[in-house]
């Protein structure tokens, strides 16, 4: 533990005895280092695409411009790297107000089936390219309601899917089931991709932090979304929580509040 002792004398007195105020320094220290980290890795991560930009540019000024198969590489290459300084800003932004308790939430009965099918038909695409099956499935036979925030639970899910397509192996399954849990829903997105090490579970929801950076940056990560997974959960009153075997697939779990439940 930090801890900073002062030792006073009061003023005029001569000093009979001595005054000790303990400050414990370790929280403040903490956050202090949290904070330090954040700053170093935001800078690294805008850095690195922006030197990238300027490389490139600056290659084409020197003459790669005039051959036409550089050219085009060269500007797919900035094209590139700005729409992943596009999608870090827009990701750190995102994540600020969410932790700054900032994002207005409409809160509502929002029906889990609609989220869950829009989040695997917006990277159908993505999915068909890796050879991956993307499976919707209610252990329940009556429509599920949570409460949350419409547009927050479909950044919830379409996280949790694009991160399931993502880091999948070459063919998979990819699995969107919900059931209910007490007065909880349990949204869960399973895969058989490469999976999680147990020793890097624990920080897996943290800022920036990636098992394997090259990798996530190759597949266009920003290291940001599970803290915004995270936080939105909690923002709804939820939680997420992970399980996973390294080589076997990791399997994300998402409880909200259910609100109620309609039957046919
Ligand atoms: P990224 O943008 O890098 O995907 P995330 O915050 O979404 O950032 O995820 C953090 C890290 O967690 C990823 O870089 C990856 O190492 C790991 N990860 C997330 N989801 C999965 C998954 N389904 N399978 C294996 N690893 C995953």
Redesign the pocket.
């Known amino acids: 533990r930090f801890i900073n002792i002062q030792a006073n004398c009061l003023p005029g007195d001569p000093c009979p005895g001595v005054v000790l105020v303990l400050h414990d320094m370790t929280e403040l220290r903490r956050l202090e280092n949290l904070r330090r980290e954040f700053v170093a890795n935001v800078s690294h991560e805008l850095k690195t695409p922006l030197a990238a930009i300027r490389a490139y540019a600056e290659t084409l000024h020197m003459g790669a411009v005039d051959d036409a198969e550089n050219r085009g590489y060269f500007l797919g290459q900035i094209t590139d790297q700005s729409d992943r300084l596009h999608d870090l800003i827009m990701d750190m932004l995102q994540l600020a107000r969410v932790e700054a308790g900032q994002e207005v939430f409409d809160i509502t009965d929002v029906n889990v089936a609609d989220i869950a099918q829009w989040s695997v038909d917006s990277l159908r695409d993505k999915a068909a390219a890796k050879d991956i099956r993307l499976i919707v499935e209610s252990a329940e036979d009556d429509e599920i309601y949570v409460r949350a925030d419409e547009e927050g639970l479909r950044t919830i899910v379409g ?1 949790l899917v694009d ?2 397509v ?2 999948s192996g070459k063919p998979g399954d990819v699995l969107v089931r919900w059931h209910n849990e007490g007065d909880q829903v349990a949204i869960s997105v399973q ?1 058989n ?4 090490p147990l020793e890097a579970q624990g920080r ?1 929801f943290e800022r920036f ?4 950076k090259a990798r ?1 940056r190759e ?1 266009g ?7 915004i997974v995270k936080h939105l959960a909690g923002s709804f009153g939820g939680s997420v929580d992970l399980k996973s075997n390294l080589d076997e697939g ?1 399997t ?1 779990t998402v409880r909200l509040k259910r609100c109620r439940v309609l039957t046919n």
Do not use: H, P
């Not at 932090?209 to 394997?212: G, H, I, M, N």
């Not at 990560?221 to 803290?227: E, F, I, V, Y």
């Open positions: 996280n991160n399931a993502k880091y895969d991709g490469i999976g999680i897996i932090f990636r098992v394997d996530s597949m990560g920003t290291g940001l979304g599970l803290s990791a994300f």
